[in-house]
């Protein structure tokens, strides 16, 4: 993968230019069907789609969604399209649309989860992620925010990417109104039973929570050290955003290193394990 920016942006590492990425290795390594377009429109369906111009043997197509969506988040699709054209295109000879929530959320399964996985590994790769933001720190809401403007991609993109390797016990959640949208724990924090389940019931978040009842500040931000009891049977420490004009509020949970495995409180539901182990939960 990294051979591909090399190739195509020397110099100019980040943020990594996916379409011209895009377009370059495609006309070099696949010329007789490489990529010929990349365009951007309001797409009310889905948030990206590969489609073969005509027939694949004349090349292919990326479109995205540009309505309502940051262009961050537009980079992403792409970079998630691309990765379904070099991956899965001769698998797809009718193209493939791709749902918002697989992309922002990064809750696909096959060929949707290696799309995302290519998409992030490119955008942001562990090498530099790590140099930035090492496996056992605590970043804070700017840390990762300064990662994100690094990379180009929404601040949520970069927080799951770091979830996906930090050694410290971590959650990212989403919510609206007091309510979880969804949730995602580092592998640590889902291995200690923390972790929220948001598939088929509502979470709602504790009415002490920054999230809920927080001091925002003029950036909207806000964040506390609870104690046991608030959001889990432990200290958490909270940094949250909100963000007016989406009506979403970013949070993420810092739990204390150290901690002794007693086990999870309650058995874990299938559901949430398998979401788990696809990467997207
Ligand atoms: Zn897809």
């Given at each position: 993968?990294?051979?591909?920016?090399?190739?195509?942006?020397?110099?100019?590492?980040?943020?990594?230019?996916?379409?011209?990425?895009?377009?370059?290795?495609?006309?070099?390594?696949?010329?007789?069907?490489?990529?010929?377009?990349?365009?951007?429109?309001?797409?009310?369906?889905?948030?990206?789609?590969?489609?073969?111009?005509?027939?694949?043997?004349?090349?292919?197509?990326?479109?995205?969604?540009?309505?309502?969506?940051?262009?961050?988040?537009?980079?992403?699709?792409?970079?998630?399209?691309?990765?379904?054209?070099?991956?899965?295109?001769?698998?797809?000879?009718?193209?493939?649309?791709?749902?918002?929530?697989?992309?922002?959320q990064?809750s696909?399964k096959?060929?949707?989860?290696?799309?995302?996985?290519?998409?992030?590994?490119?955008?942001?790769?562990?090498?530099?992620?790590?140099?930035?933001?090492?496996?056992?720190?605590?970043?804070?809401?700017?840390?990762?925010?300064?990662?994100?403007?690094?990379?180009?991609?929404?601040?949520?993109?970069?927080?799951?990417?770091?979830?996906?390797?930090?050694?410290?016990?971590?959650?990212?959640?989403?919510?609206?109104?007091?309510?979880?949208?969804w949730a995602k724990s580092?592998?640590?924090?889902f291995?200690?039973?923390?972790f929220f389940r948001t598939v088929r019931e509502t979470y709602?978040?504790?009415?002490?929570?920054?999230?809920?009842?927080?001091?925002?500040?003029?950036?909207?931000?806000?964040?506390?050290?609870?104690?046991?009891?608030?959001?889990?049977?432990?200290?958490?420490?909270?940094?949250?955003?909100?963000?007016?004009?989406?009506?979403?509020?970013?949070?993420?949970?810092?739990?204390?290193?150290?901690?002794?495995?007693?086990?999870p409180?309650e058995p874990v539901e299938p559901d949430t394990f398998d979401r788990f182990m696809s990467g997207g939960r």
């Amino acid at each position: 993968m990294t051979q591909f920016w090399k190739a195509a942006a020397p110099g100019s590492r980040f943020p990594v230019n996916v379409e011209l990425i895009a377009e370059t290795v495609s006309a070099s390594r696949f010329p007789s069907d490489r990529i010929k377009a990349i365009k951007g429109g309001a797409i009310p369906d889905f948030d990206g789609a590969l489609y073969p111009i005509d027939d694949p043997r004349n090349g292919w197509a990326i479109i995205y969604n540009k309505t309502d969506v940051s262009l961050e988040r537009q980079r992403f699709t792409i970079a998630h399209e691309f990765g379904h054209y070099l991956a899965h295109r001769h698998l797809l000879p009718n193209g493939v649309e791709c749902d918002e929530k697989v992309v922002t959320q990064r809750s696909g399964k096959g060929i949707e989860k290696e799309a995302d996985e290519f998409a992030a590994s490119l955008l942001m790769p562990f090498d530099d992620f790590k140099a930035r933001i090492p496996a056992d720190a605590k970043p804070s809401l700017d840390d990762l925010g300064a990662a994100a403007e690094h990379y180009g991609v929404s601040l949520t993109a970069t927080a799951l990417r770091w979830l996906e390797y930090t050694e410290r016990r971590a959650v990212f959640m989403v919510s609206r109104d007091g309510g979880a949208r969804w949730a995602k724990s580092s592998e640590p924090a889902f291995k200690s039973g923390r972790f929220f389940r948001t598939v088929r019931e509502t979470y709602m978040l504790p009415e002490a929570s920054c999230a809920v009842n927080g001091n925002f500040d003029d950036m909207g931000r806000a964040s506390a050290t609870h104690p046991p009891g608030v959001w889990f049977p432990e200290e958490t420490e909270e940094f949250c955003i909100c963000s007016k004009k989406h009506d979403l509020t970013l949070t993420i949970l810092h739990l204390p290193k150290s901690f002794r495995w007693l086990g999870p409180a309650e058995p874990v539901e299938p559901d949430t394990f398998d979401r788990f182990m696809s990467g997207g939960r």
